[in-house]
């Protein structure tokens, strides 16, 4: 197998994203959002919101991050941030279909991969901590946003959502400004409670 069949193989197994649902929907509520909708969207997010970030921020290199992120998700599914998930299983299991996604690639292409995805699971770089708080940011203004139709999910109230989305957004003050605006537009609007 030459390398660009082997840099094919992982290119196509990727496509099986548009068929992985995530719980949230797209922005009309019409249906679920797929993993691919979402990755796409979010590195839309980066360049849009790239002011946002601290200075000296690679947007590039959050957009990069922000690329591979979900990828694990082609083997190991999406795990939904309101479950009360064990953390180091999500963690195993993600690796694991990292290790199995990434194996698919030619030697001289897996180490630039894989090193974006750990640097992404790490947040030890700004530009890993902004993909974060953007990855965790996008939901919300689908959502919530001004034109989003609501949760179906009645037990997410702000408690909740403040307790997941502040410690992940809140460190880049932009960003959770502009939570803050969504989640009392929503509130405003009948779509989440207080508590």
């Given amino acids: 197998m030459t390398e660009t069949d082997q840099l094919l193989d992982f290119f196509l197994a990727t496509d099986r994203l548009k068929h992985i649902a995530r719980e949230n929907r797209v922005l009309d509520g019409s249906r679920h959002e797929t993993v691919a909708e979402h990755c796409w969207h979010v590195t839309l997010l980066a360049l849009t919101l790239a002011d946002a970030a601290p200075a000296g921020t690679d ?64 947040q030890e770089t700004v530009e890993a901590r902004f993909a974060r708080a953007l990855d965790a940011l996008h939901p919300l203004l689908m ?51 207080l508590s």
């Fill in 59 to 122: 947007i590039d290199h959050v957009v990069n991050l922000l690329t591979i992120h979900d990828l694990v998700e082609v083997y190991a599914g999406d795990t939904v941030i309101w479950w009360e998930a064990d953390e180091a299983e999500v963690a195993a299991r993600e690796q694991e279909a990292a290790d199995r996604l990434f194996a698919q690639l030619p030697d001289s292409a897996r180490p630039r991969f894989a090193e974006l995805n750990a640097e992404f699971m790490a």
């Fill in 143 to 193: 959502t919530w946003g001004t034109r989003g139709a609501g949760h179906v999910r009645k037990d997410l109230t702000v408690e909740r959502i403040v307790a997941k989305k502040q410690p992940l957004i809140g460190p880049f003050p932009a960003l959770w400004a502009l939570a803050e605006q969504v989640i009392a537009e929503a509130v405003a609007r009948g779509l989440l409670a």
